[in-house]
């Protein structure tokens, strides 16, 4: 028993140094920069801070051209908070659906579920089919457009997630006296409780931290969301970088909180779901 | 109210007719097809229009607003123009690469995250925290680690008297560097998924085999691996899908650069879209289609077919 304990010990502390040095390092480097004056950030050094200027970096990137953050952080918010509610009412209606009235059609839905899952967009196209419903540039488009691509990964997780849910349940909740909208949105869906909060958190990062679909769909200043301001910032302002790690650290902020509030329940939502055998 | 009433109402029908007929009736259309409605429209809408209309698209010279056909010109430039052509070939190297190794890394991981060690949750925790970060954002910070001249990385590597590669200026080596942000970035979804799989384990089975006097690379080998199947399955198709179409951590490092060294197909096909060439661009979009679909197809079908439910 001392053997084994001794040996969790070492691989222990073996990976744990090696987590420091590939996994923490990057992020200390990271807060270290944010801290910087812009003379010593620009030195790429690792090291410590001449001068330690943190929330007087945090003000300046709060200000910068004319506080353009914070018009971007309610884009995303918007963007996400939206698009992720359409997902998971949508994804859980055709999930249940898919996983309790069996009919020859489940194949042909399977198939064209798992090509929206494997399928990758075609972006130019997709432009044009927003054009043509004045809704290219717009949030709402940009809305419907990562509701949409979100869809099939959700109905995935909501399908092998009803499979657990007892039929009985249905059953008893009819003889009650149930219609089928009681039945789903009063009975049903609140037992799908954690594969909820697995599809909203997984989505919720996705969007937020989604780049190429805002880049494509939702040009201009007027909409940007958190990755293209920082994106664009990037290609701008090269003698700052003390902002522009500043402004990774803020961007990072919301998915950490999002998990942290939901890492066990992740956890479950997947085991319960994705992978079976 | 009025549910009650409905619900009533109902009951009351059921008294009237025959029992057993209305219950038949009834626990079908308890699932309705209706619920399918909006999802079908979002899908049809906006995913499947755009993807049946790019195979035409891509056989035209267009402008958003008037196509002009013009046969397979645009797949004959994208194959034979070297600097577009290369980015198919990137494209499946660094599916093969990225996917390979989050497989490999992620199993890793997930035995030595779930057996006995030091600072187990810790651990999980920082291995998983880059899926969290901005891929834009992770692609910053590589550029600055990596940097040739300033680098961290570099400068240790000048410490210890080595050589100091340009990682991401080097023609040779910028795909290989993403490629390995990549994978430092996406191991944890692996790890997570392949950690879920093997705590689905049956204890028992492990158990059994100690008292066998089976060794831990026994066991490894013989129960471990074979009964997490399903979790490498998840991990392999999910990360081929992610990788064969990444965009956004190679715009966010190279733009596809130096010259056109790390292109891949999802990059050209923007490049061509900033440059007005729509038909070519969504030529590009049919050639990753295709690509993604006879690599994927087969490799779904052959996955699945034991045990696996996606």
Same mark, same amino acid.
């Given at each position: 028993?001392?053997?084994?304990?001794?040996?969790?010990?070492?691989?222990?502390?073996?990976?744990?140094?090696?987590?420091?040095?590939?996994?923490?390092?990057?992020?200390?480097?990271?807060?270290?920069?944010?801290?910087?004056?812009?003379?010593?950030?620009?030195?790429?050094?690792?090291?410590?801070?001449?001068?330690?200027?943190?929330?007087?970096?945090?003000?300046?990137?709060?200000?910068?051209?004319?506080?353009?953050?914070?018009?971007?952080?309610?884009?995303?918010?918007?963007?996400?908070?939206?698009?992720?509610?359409?997902?998971?009412?949508?994804?859980?209606?055709?999930?249940?659906?898919?996983?309790?009235?069996?009919?020859?059609?489940?194949?042909?839905?399977?198939?064209?579920?798992?090509?929206?899952?494997?399928?990758?967009?075609?972006?130019?196209?997709?432009?044009?089919?927003?054009?043509?419903?004045?809704?290219?540039?717009? +949030?709402?488009?940009? $809305? /419907?457009?990562?509701?949409?691509?979100? %869809?099939?990964?959700? =109905?995935?997780?909501? #399908?092998?997630? &009803?499979?657990?849910?007892?039929?009985?349940?249905?059953?008893?909740?009819?003889?009650?006296?149930?219609?089928?909208?009681?039945?789903?949105?009063?009975?049903?869906?609140?037992?799908?409780?954690?594969?909820?909060?697995?599809?909203?958190?997984?989505?919720?990062?996705?969007?937020?931290?989604?780049?190429?679909?805002?880049?494509?769909?939702?040009?201009?200043?007027?909409?940007?969301?958190?990755?293209?301001?920082?994106?664009?910032?990037?290609?701008?302002?090269?003698?700052?970088?003390?902002? +522009?790690?500043?402004? $990774? /650290?803020?961007?990072?902020?919301?998915? %950490?909180?999002?998990? =942290?509030?939901?890492? #066990?329940?992740? &956890?479950?939502?997947?085991?319960?779901?994705?992978?079976?055998? | 109210?009025?549910?009650?009433?409905?619900?009533?109402?109902?009951?009351?029908?059921?008294?009237?007719?025959?029992?057993?007929?209305?219950?038949?009736?009834?626990?079908?259309?308890?699932?309705?097809?209706?619920?399918?409605?909006?999802?079908?429209?979002?899908?049809?809408?906006?995913?499947?229009?755009?993807?049946?209309?790019?195979?035409?698209?891509?056989?035209?010279?267009?402008?958003?607003?008037?196509?002009?056909?013009?046969?397979?010109?645009?797949?004959?430039?994208?194959?034979?123009?070297?600097?577009?052509?290369?980015?198919?070939?990137?494209?499946?190297?660094?599916?093969?690469?990225?996917?390979?190794?989050?497989?490999?890394?992620?199993?890793?991981?997930?035995?030595?995250?779930?057996?006995?060690?030091?600072?187990?949750?810790?651990?999980?925790?920082?291995?998983?925290?880059?899926?969290?970060?901005?891929?834009?954002?992770?692609?910053?910070?590589?550029?600055?680690?990596?940097?040739?001249?300033?680098?961290?990385?570099?400068?240790?590597?000048?410490?210890?008297?080595?050589?100091?590669?340009?990682?991401?200026?080097?023609?040779?080596?910028?795909?290989?560097?993403?490629?390995?942000?990549?994978?430092?970035?996406?191991?944890?979804?692996?790890?997570?998924?392949?950690?879920?799989?093997?705590?689905?384990?049956?204890?028992?089975?492990?158990?059994?085999?100690?008292?066998?006097?089976?060794?831990?690379?026994?066991?490894?080998?013989?129960?471990?691996?074979?009964?997490?199947?399903?979790?490498?399955?998840?991990?392999?198709?999910?990360?081929?899908?992610?990788?064969?179409?990444?965009?956004?951590?190679?715009?966010?490092?190279?733009?596809?650069?130096?010259?056109?060294?790390?292109?891949?197909?999802?990059?050209?096909?923007?490049?061509?879209?900033?440059?007005?060439?729509?038909?070519?661009?969504?030529?590009?979009?049919?050639?990753?289609?295709?690509?993604?679909?006879?690599?994927?197809?087969?490799?779904?079908?052959?996955?699945?077919?034991?045990?696996?439910?996606?």
């Amino acid at each position: 028993m001392t053997r084994v304990r001794g040996r969790a010990w070492t691989v222990g502390i073996i990976a744990i140094i090696v987590s420091i040095v590939v996994f923490l390092v990057p992020f200390i480097f990271v807060v270290l920069q944010a801290s910087k004056t812009p003379a010593d950030a620009s030195t790429l050094a690792f090291s410590w801070p001449k001068h330690w200027q943190f929330f007087s970096n945090l003000r300046a990137v709060l200000q910068t051209n004319s506080g353009i953050i914070w018009r971007a952080f309610l884009n995303s918010a918007i963007l996400t908070v939206t698009s992720v509610t359409i997902m998971v009412i949508l994804a859980a209606m055709a999930g249940y659906v898919l996983a309790r009235r069996k009919s020859k059609w489940n194949g042909i839905v399977n198939f064209f579920v798992l090509a929206g899952l494997i399928v990758p967009p075609a972006v130019v196209p997709t432009i044009w089919v927003l054009q043509r419903l004045r809704l290219f540039g717009t +949030l709402p488009g940009m $809305i /419907l457009i990562e509701s949409t691509f979100g %869809l099939s990964f959700s =109905i995935l997780l909501f #399908r092998a997630f &009803v499979g657990t849910i007892p039929r009985e349940l249905d059953e008893a909740a009819v003889l009650d006296g149930a219609g089928p909208f009681t039945l789903f949105f009063r009975v049903v869906l609140p037992l799908l409780r954690p594969v909820v909060v697995t599809v909203a958190v997984v989505q919720a990062v996705f969007v937020f931290n989604d780049f190429a679909g805002p880049l494509y769909f939702l040009p201009g200043n007027e909409h940007a969301t958190v990755q293209l301001t920082l994106f664009t910032f990037q290609s701008q302002n090269l003698s700052f970088y003390n902002l +522009l790690f500043m402004d $990774i /650290l803020l961007i990072t902020i919301p998915p %950490l909180i999002a998990y =942290i509030f939901s890492n #066990r329940q992740i &956890v479950a939502g997947l085991t319960s779901g994705a992978i079976k055998g | 109210m009025s549910t009650i009433n409905t619900a009533a109402a109902t009951q009351a029908a059921d008294v009237i007719t025959e029992p057993r007929v209305s219950k038949k009736r009834t626990i079908k259309s308890y699932y309705p097809r209706s619920f399918f409605i909006p999802t079908i429209v979002l899908y049809v809408v906006f995913f499947a229009i755009p993807s049946v209309a790019s195979f035409y698209f891509s056989l035209t010279r267009w402008s958003l607003f008037d196509s002009h056909f013009i046969g397979f010109d645009n797949f004959v430039e994208f194959f034979q123009n070297p600097q577009l052509y290369t980015s198919f070939i990137h494209t499946l190297l660094y599916g093969v690469i990225t996917s390979g190794a989050k497989v490999l890394i992620g199993f890793f991981l997930a035995v030595l995250l779930t057996g006995p060690v030091m600072g187990r949750g810790y651990l999980r925790a920082v291995v998983f925290f880059p899926v969290l970060v901005s891929t834009i954002g992770v692609g910053i910070m590589y550029k600055s680690l990596l940097d040739p001249f300033h680098g961290m990385v570099n400068a240790v590597l000048r410490f210890f008297g080595l050589p100091q590669p340009g990682w991401f200026t080097d023609p040779h080596l910028a795909i290989y560097t993403i490629a390995a942000v990549d994978i430092w970035k996406g191991v944890g979804i692996a790890t997570l998924i392949f950690m879920a799989g093997i705590v689905a384990i049956p204890r028992e089975y492990f158990e059994a085999a100690r008292i066998d006097g089976a060794g831990a690379w026994r066991i490894l080998r013989e129960i471990t691996i074979p009964l997490s199947r399903g979790a490498t399955a998840t991990v392999i198709i999910l990360s081929l899908i992610g990788g064969l179409r990444s965009f956004d951590i190679i715009w966010a490092t190279t733009g596809g650069g130096p010259g056109f060294t790390s292109d891949v197909i999802a990059s050209v096909i923007y490049k061509e879209y900033q440059a007005g060439f729509y038909g070519l661009s969504a030529a590009g979009n049919v050639v990753l289609f295709l690509v993604v679909t006879v690599i994927m197809v087969p490799l779904t079908y052959v996955l699945n077919r034991k045990q696996v439910q996606l």
